[in-house]
């Protein structure tokens, strides 16, 4: 006999891992753009994740987080995206990612995405695809497209916003 009194407004498997990247995101130091990513078994389990900021051992005070200017001058050159830091952070065997997926805020640049090929995750979620007209995104897609990397925009969420309170 189905009893089925459970909750009805629980979180999707997808609107959970991408809250999951949008809290990391808030670790960011950076004044203008915070993404967070977190990397997911095939099975829902949460392997890795990481938000976009300074190097170890380079000094958040220190770091030019500028958008323009000369470019040594900028934080282009210098930060390391969500995506690279999730993979980075990852603990684990690099088997552990064949067939994981991403989930991130922004889609991928080209860097990230070669980073994500390299690590065997096979599909990349994001909410937003703003750059899509700037050639390191045009062959982020391509890079995705020849290697068998899936990706789509997270569409069609029941919860898109989330209020959490850390109140005991």
């Known amino acids: 006999m189905k009893i089925d009194k459970h909750r009805k407004d629980y979180l999707t498997w997808d609107e959970y891992f991408m809250g999951i990247a949008k809290i990391s995101a808030l670790r960011s ?3 203008s753009t915070q993404v967070g990513a977190c990397i997911v078994s095939s099975d829902n389990r949460i392997l890795s994740i990481g938000y976009n900021g300074a190097p170890n051992g380079f000094d958040d005070a220190y770091f030019p987080w500028d958008r323009e200017g000369n470019a040594l001058d900028t934080k282009y050159l210098y ?11 990852f603990r684990g065997h690099k088997r552990d990612f064949e067939g994981a997926k991403l989930y991130v805020a922004l889609f991928p640049c080209n860097e990230c995405a070669k980073a994500i090929i390299q690590s065997g995750i096979k599909e990349v979620i994001y909410l937003s695809d703003k750059y899509k007209n700037q050639d ?33």
């Open 79 to 89: 930060v390391c995206h969500a995506e690279l830091n999730a993979i980075l952070n």
């Open 136 to 168: 390191n995104f045009i062959a982020s897609k391509r890079l995705f497209d020849k290697c068998g990397v899936k990706y789509r925009e997270l569409t069609g969420v029941k919860n898109e916003k989330i209020e959490i309170s850390l109140e005991p």
């Open 29 to 31: 130091k950076d004044p």
